[in-house]
């Protein structure tokens, strides 16, 4: 059974950083996509990113582009998102997801495989 695990959220100031990270373990992932996406309250959640667990260039949402980063450690089945210059508009629960079959996907039903997410708060 495929399980994912994120940490990395918590409190920071506007223009700091995180690195998220999601361990996954009941499978070989090479051949899966893998993706971040993010709830805000009261909002639906949305793409933050996507790549190939076997390598490839990625795929970000326009709001993060230029200040997030999606990467992997294969020897540890675990994908990082690294978050720079957070925006209070950053804040939300962050949460990682793969599914079977590598590409890129970026809407929700893509996925198969859901983490339980990490919270991040961006203060002004």
């Known amino acids: 059974q495929v399980q994912l695990v994120e940490s990395g959220g918590g409190l920071v100031q506007a223009g700091g950083s995180l690195r998220l990270s999601c361990v996954a373990s009941?499978?070989?992932?090479?051949?899966?996509?893998v993706g971040w996406f993010r709830q805000a309250p009261g909002k639906e959640r949305e793409f933050v990113a996507a790549?190939?667990?076997?390598?490839?260039?990625?795929y970000y949402a326009d709001s993060v582009k230029g200040r997030f980063t999606i990467s992997r450690d294969n020897a540890k089945n675990t994908v990082y998102l690294q978050m720079n210059s957070l925006k209070p508009e950053d804040t939300a629960v962050y949460y990682c997801?793969?599914?079977?079959?590598?590409?890129?996907?970026?809407?929700?039903?893509?996925?198969?495989?859901w983490g339980q997410g990490t919270q991040v708060t961006v203060s002004s």
């Open positions: 997801a793969v599914r079977p079959y590598s590409g890129i996907y970026y809407q929700l039903r893509d996925y198969r495989y």
């Open positions: 009941g499978r070989t992932f090479s051949n899966y996509a």
């Open positions: 790549s190939r667990w076997g390598g490839g260039p990625p």
